[in-house]
């Protein structure tokens, strides 16, 4: 009889096993495949020249980029101290702990349970009747197994979407290092500038006070008027100004820095700016690796990958799925006999089971992963362009600010030739003082601005390494 009984069960589930595997050739899990982005990629940078060679400026070290030992030591404490930094490392660790789960997903689940049960009958009862002991207790020791068959990709495409969701994080945190060490050195740069501004405007304002002192004794001779004294002592306090403005954006830049660095406001040590020379070369290398250097388009295709497992899981959804639920353990209405042989029970239940009606969920549920999977690929498609845009300006800016600063030493070799030809033709009488005025004022700002297209061209070399995806490595 036992054997009979074993062979039906055999044959049942024989038979839900072969109802299982022709129902999955209806449908099975997509896998992936990377959209065919060849011809937009192709035209990501704005430029005559496309270049052929692949490597690039991306592809070298934040430590061999930046030479200066201040910086260094800056973006090394920002990079260890940074709360953006720190949020996003524990952003990767609660997605690692879901990716972990995810993995897991092919497990079944087991639970263990002990109860005590008492149960009271009444005498009116069809068994109360009849009883003396109305009064029973039972002790029972049980497991439970639960487990599901991934016969249409379901659980896989749910692990592939937390993994794409912990990946996604990891890009994530590299974006904001990349941003990190780019602001880091720009706010760097903007420092040793408004050094440079500031150093000009003291050596400015020695200048205007002696002119001051010059221009009254020729008040004094009868050479010019008290006008000229005026307006050279309204000159003078102009740079003193200058210089109050330029000390106070100097405690500004050095709180952001400090902001940057995870540390109480406070002042920074640092080199000069006519020491900083970046000698990389600058090479962009094809437009193709901004995909595996771009930290934020790795991100937004991890995004598309999640999206689309999802998408897989929601289609699944709608078809059979295959239990295996069985339960276990020992049961005895005595306490003494709880773990005696014959207190051992089983039970073991398989089926298929169908969703029908549920009210539109499952439906909906793969038509909004449809539709938002869709969503992560104009996502996709929008960050690659923005990153070619980046790229395009950045490396159009820094050829631009090359050519600039050449322009920009020339007016000033120019200018404060001027301004001495301007004050040796006053003191002789043939020159008028509101000319030396004039191009006292115009030497200052020519000065100012060569200092300001030098922090332009390290500020371009800054913002094309970080548009290309580089100092995460």
Same mark, same amino acid.
């Given at each position: 009889?036992?054997?009979?009984?074993?062979?039906?069960?055999?044959?049942?589930?024989?038979?839900?096993?072969?109802?299982?595997?022709?129902?999955?050739?209806?449908?099975?899990?997509?896998?992936?495949?990377?959209?065919?982005?060849?011809?937009?990629?192709?035209?990501?940078?704005?430029?005559?020249? #496309?270049?052929?060679?692949?490597?690039?400026?991306?592809?070298?070290?934040?430590?061999?980029?930046?030479?200066?030992?201040?910086?260094?030591?800056?973006?090394?404490?920002?990079?260890?101290?940074?709360?953006?930094?720190?949020?996003?490392?524990?952003?990767?660790?609660?997605?690692?702990?879901?990716?972990?789960?995810?993995?897991?997903?092919?497990?079944?689940?087991?639970?263990?349970?002990?109860?005590?049960?008492?149960?009271?009958?009444?005498?009116?009862?069809?068994?109360?009747?009849?009883?003396?002991?109305?009064?029973?207790?039972?002790?029972?020791?049980?497991?439970?197994?639960?487990?599901?068959?991934?016969?249409?990709?379901?659980?896989?495409?749910?692990?592939?979407?937390?993994?794409?969701?912990?990946?996604?994080?990891?890009?994530?945190?590299?974006?904001?290092?990349?941003?990190?060490?780019?602001?880091?050195?720009?706010?760097?740069?903007?420092?040793?500038?408004?050094?440079?501004?500031?150093?000009?405007?003291?050596?400015?304002?020695?200048?205007?006070?002696?002119?001051?002192?010059?221009?009254?004794?020729?008040?004094?001779?009868?050479?010019?008027?008290?006008?000229?004294?005026?307006?050279?002592?309204?000159?003078?306090?102009?740079?003193?100004?200058?210089?109050?403005?330029?000390? *106070?954006?100097?405690?500004?830049?050095?709180?952001?820095?400090?902001?940057?660095?995870?540390?109480?406001?406070?002042?920074?040590?640092?080199?000069?700016?006519? *020491?900083?020379?970046?000698?990389?070369?600058?090479?962009?290398?094809?437009?193709?690796?901004?995909?595996?250097?771009?930290?934020?388009?790795?991100?937004?295709?991890?995004?598309?990958?999640?999206?689309?497992? #999802?998408?897989?899981?929601?289609? %699944?959804?709608?078809?059979?799925?295959?239990?295996? *639920?069985?339960?276990?353990?020992?049961?005895?209405?005595?306490?003494?006999?709880?773990?005696?042989?014959? %207190?051992?029970?089983?039970?073991?239940?398989?089926?298929?089971?169908?969703?029908?009606?549920?009210?539109?969920? #499952?439906?909906?549920?793969?038509?909004?992963?449809?539709?938002?999977?869709?969503?992560?690929?104009?996502?996709?498609?929008?960050?690659?362009?923005?990153?070619?845009?980046?790229?395009?300006?950045?490396?159009?800016?820094?050829? %631009?600010?090359?050519?600039?600063?050449?322009?920009?030493?020339?007016?000033?070799?120019?200018?404060?030739?001027?301004?001495?030809?301007?004050?040796?033709?006053?003191?002789?009488?043939?020159?008028?003082?509101?000319?030396?005025?004039?191009?006292?004022?115009?030497?200052?700002?020519?000065?100012?601005?060569?200092?300001?297209?030098?922090?332009?061209?390290?500020?371009?070399?800054?913002?094309?390494?970080?548009?290309?995806?580089?100092?995460?490595?």
């Amino acid at each position: 009889m036992k054997s009979i009984i074993k062979h039906r069960n055999f044959s049942k589930g024989a038979l839900i096993l072969v109802v299982a595997l022709t129902l999955q050739s209806c449908f099975v899990a997509q896998d992936y495949a990377r959209p065919d982005f060849d011809a937009e990629t192709q035209a990501l940078y704005r430029t005559d020249n #496309l270049p052929t060679d692949s490597v690039s400026i991306a592809d070298v070290s934040w430590k061999n980029l930046f030479k200066d030992q201040y910086l260094q030591q800056y973006i090394e404490e920002g990079l260890q101290n940074n709360m953006d930094v720190r949020i996003a490392i524990q952003q990767m660790v609660a997605a690692e702990a879901y990716a972990k789960q995810g993995k897991a997903g092919y497990l079944p689940s087991v639970d263990l349970g002990a109860g005590v049960t008492h149960q009271e009958l009444s005498k009116n009862t069809q068994f109360g009747a009849f009883l003396t002991d109305r009064s029973t207790d039972q002790f029972d020791l049980t497991a439970n197994l639960s487990w599901e068959a991934d016969i249409w990709g379901k659980i896989r495409s749910n692990k592939r979407a937390t993994q794409a969701a912990y990946l996604q994080s990891v890009a994530g945190h590299q974006a904001v290092k990349t941003q990190l060490i780019s602001s880091i050195a720009n706010t760097y740069y903007n420092l040793l500038a408004l050094d440079a501004q500031l150093e000009v405007t003291k050596q400015t304002i020695v200048t205007r006070k002696s002119s001051v002192e010059t221009i009254t004794s020729l008040k004094d001779a009868g050479q010019v008027t008290q006008v000229a004294v005026d307006q050279n002592i309204a000159q003078y306090n102009n740079a003193k100004a200058l210089q109050v403005d330029i000390e *106070t954006a100097i405690f500004k830049t050095e709180n952001t820095l400090s902001i940057l660095l995870g540390k109480s406001p406070q002042q920074f040590e640092r080199s000069s700016l006519d *020491t900083q020379n970046i000698t990389q070369d600058i090479t962009i290398g094809v437009p193709a690796k901004l995909l595996s250097n771009r930290p934020d388009v790795m991100a937004a295709e991890y995004n598309l990958i999640q999206s689309f497992e #999802l998408t897989n899981v929601a289609k %699944s959804n709608l078809y059979p799925s295959l239990t295996l *639920t069985a339960s276990g353990g020992l049961q005895s209405l005595e306490l003494d006999n709880l773990f005696n042989a014959n %207190s051992l029970f089983a039970n073991i239940i398989g089926g298929i089971t169908q969703p029908l009606f549920n009210q539109r969920k #499952l439906k909906t549920q793969r038509e909004v992963t449809i539709a938002q999977q869709e969503q992560s690929l104009l996502e996709f498609k929008k960050t690659m362009l923005v990153a070619g845009s980046e790229v395009s300006n950045a490396m159009f800016s820094y050829e %631009s600010e090359t050519k600039k600063f050449e322009f920009r030493k020339n007016e000033v070799e120019a200018l404060r030739q001027a301004e001495s030809n301007s004050e040796v033709l006053l003191k002789n009488g043939y020159a008028n003082y509101l000319d030396l005025l004039t191009a006292r004022e115009s030497a200052l700002n020519a000065e100012l601005n060569v200092i300001d297209s030098k922090l332009q061209q390290l500020v371009t070399i800054v913002d094309l390494y970080e548009a290309l995806g580089g100092g995460w490595r």
